[in-house]
Each structure stands twice: as structure tokens, then as C-alpha cells.
């Protein structure tokens, strides 16, 4: 049963920075993109960001140039580097297998406000 944990969420002021993590336990990682998704309230869930395996990368025109995904397959962990983080960054964050969705994991809250 694959595993997904997301973690390093929190409150930041808008300008700030956060790294989330994701953590994937259960199954072989490398072989596969994967997606980070944010969900803001009552909104639909939403994607902003894939690596693939070799690491190429793409993002939402939203976070073009403010976020930077990345991944260490050795540590079978996904990152998501956040920086000049605006209010409308307000979510709940996800991360996921691409095309072939695992279950979905708890998320991790970023709340950007002064």
C-alpha cells in the first residue's frame, strides 16, 4: 500500500518562502512523474506543478518563476520549493503520482497572510 506523506506547510507572510515535502512510501519511486496539487476553499483541486523522472519539469503559469519542484529519488521525497508567496497561494497542498493517482494523503495547509 503506497503512502504519501506531505509536510511543511504553515503560515508565511506574503513575499515569504516555504518548502514542502513529500515523502512516498510502499512502492518504486523513480520510475515515475509526480504532481504537487493545491486545493484552496471551495475551490477545485488544482495543478501546479510535475517532475518527471529524469526531472524535467513544468508548472502552472500561476507559479511560473516562484516555485521550483524537484525530487531525490534516493530518499524516495518530492519537494516544492515556494518563494515570493502571495495570499492567492492559500491551500491545502498535495502531491501525487501523475496519470495514475495513489490514494491521496492528509496534505499539508499553507496559509499566506500579514
Known amino acids: 500500500q503506497v503512502q504519501l506523506v506531505e509536510s511543511g506547510g504553515g503560515l508565511v507572510q506574503p513575499g515569504g518562502s516555504l518548502r514542502l515535502s513529500c515523502v512516498v512510501s510502499g512502492n518504486i519511486f523513480s520510475s515515475y512523474a509526480m504532481d504537487w496539487y493545491r486545493q484552496a476553499p471551495g475551490k477545485a483541486r488544482e495543478l501546479v506543478a510535475t517532475?518527471?523522472?529524469?526531472?524535467?519539469?513544468n508548472y502552472a503559469d500561476s507559479v511560473k518563476g516562484r516555485f521550483t519542484i524537484s525530487r531525490d529519488n534516493a530518499k524516495k521525497t518530492m519537494y516544492l520549493q515556494m518563494n515570493s508567496l502571495k495570499p492567492e497561494d492559500t491551500a491545502v497542498y498535495y502531491c501525487n503520482r501523475h496519470y495514475i493517482p495513489y490514494p491521496w494523503g492528509q496534505g499539508t495547509q499553507v496559509t499566506v497572510s500579514s
Open positions: 517532475v518527471n523522472s529524469g526531472g524535467s519539469t
